[in-house]
């Protein structure tokens, strides 16, 4: 049973359009993230959420939409997809700060 | 400013042979500190953490790392590598709270001579 899932694993899509990740946890853990990992491996975290509350909230374009319906689930939409969204995005979360458990990934390719 | 700095960016070694990677950081509060592993097409794992207490600690997979706060340094070993360990190693400081950010480092890519 996977501990932190995101869909779709890839994603390849046009300039311009609109789409978005999912992920969803089953470890009970309070907080959720979204990281962007760029082609050079570099990790760098977007947005973090605590019982559905926004906590964290990096300098990312406003095209970048994160939303968390309950704390079981933290989705991230992104519109009008640039060239430079490309990148592997993870999911993870965590309780309090004791060590993250990531997903395996979504990786996006913008053309 | 919170960073996280590993000095090399690609560490290739021999099967069996010891295995050091380096991890310095800064960080104005008691940082937690972790390090982490990518495989390949894969997510994270985490390897092991120091919150406090013995500054030697011992993780998963065979691996421990030493805790220097007089060298802000949190430096991974393990003794004898095998091929598996092949794959990218992420150091990382945060705090112990939610509302604090987990700073990544760079990573150091390790390969493994058979």
């Known amino acids: 049973d996977t501990a932190v899932s995101q869909t779709p694993k890839y994603l390849v899509t046009q300039m311009g359009n609109d789409k978005s990740i999912k992920c969803e946890q089953n470890l009970g853990h309070d907080t959720m993230y979204w990281y962007k990992q760029d082609s050079k491996k570099f990790l760098k975290i977007m947005f973090s959420?605590?019982?559905?509350?926004?906590?964290i909230n990096e300098t990312v374009p406003n095209r970048f939409s994160p939303k968390s319906p309950d704390k079981a689930h933290l989705n991230l939409h992104i519109n009008s997809l640039e060239l430079g969204d490309s990148a592997v995005y993870f999911c993870a979360s965590s309780h309090l700060n004791y060590g993250y458990t990531f997903g395996s990934g979504t990786r996006l390719t913008v053309v | 400013a919170q960073s996280v700095t590993q000095p090399d960016i690609h560490i290739t070694v021999s099967e069996g042979a010891s295995l050091e990677l380096r991890c310095n950081y800064s960080?104005?509060?008691?940082?937690?500190l972790f390090w982490y592993v990518q495989s390949p097409g894969q997510g994270l794992q985490l390897l092991l953490k120091y919150f406090s207490g013995d500054t030697l600690v011992q993780g998963i997979k065979g691996f421990e790392a030493e805790f220097k706060r007089s060298q802000s340094s949190f430096n991974l070993r393990k003794p004898s590598v095998h091929w598996s360990d092949a794959a990218e190693y992420f150091c990382?400081?945060?705090?112990?709270?939610?509302?604090?950010?987990?700073?990544f480092g760079p990573g150091t890519s390790l390969s493994v001579i058979p």
């Open positions: 960080y104005g509060a008691t940082p937690y």
């Open positions: 959420y605590n019982n559905k509350e926004l906590i």
């Open positions: 990382a400081v945060g705090a112990g709270t939610s509302y604090d950010k987990v700073i």
